[in-house]
């Protein structure tokens, strides 16, 4: 088992900045891919970024690239994401996941993961 637990959420206005944070505990941290997602109200649960294990290779949907910037502390078990240039469609509660080895064609889809935590709102006022 890996639990996850998202902070840093909150409040922010439009060309703001927001870092997420996602502790891990259980399991060894560097076995998983880590991810992150983010629902908004009516929508899907969409992926963000998702960084690899041990080599760190990050890939990110087109809508945050350039502005958003996933990375990884090994040992201190968690994973981050830096979010710059807020735009208020950024509002969402976003998600970290933890992927158990790597595989690139299910790492932008929710069924690739099998742990995730609770979520951390983020909203971004006009």
């Known amino acids: 088992q890996v639990q996850l637990a998202e902070s840093g959420g909150g409040l922010v206005q439009a060309g703001g900045s927001l870092r997420l944070s996602c502790v891990a505990s259980?399991?060894?941290?560097?076995?998983?891919?880590m991810g992150w997602f983010r629902q908004a109200p009516g929508k899907e649960r969409e992926f963000v970024a998702v960084i690899t294990g041990s080599v760190s290779v990050t890939y990110y949907t087109d809508s945050v690239k350039g502005r958003f910037t996933i990375s990884r502390d090994n040992a201190k078990t968690t994973v981050y994401l830096q979010m710059n240039s807020l735009k208020p469609e950024d509002t969402a509660v976003y998600y970290c996941a933890a992927k158990a080895g790597w595989s690139y064609s299910d790492s932008y889809f929710r069924s690739g993961y099998n742990y995730w935590g609770q979520g951390t709102q983020v909203t971004v006022s006009s």
């Open positions: 259980g399991r060894t941290f560097s076995n998983y891919a």
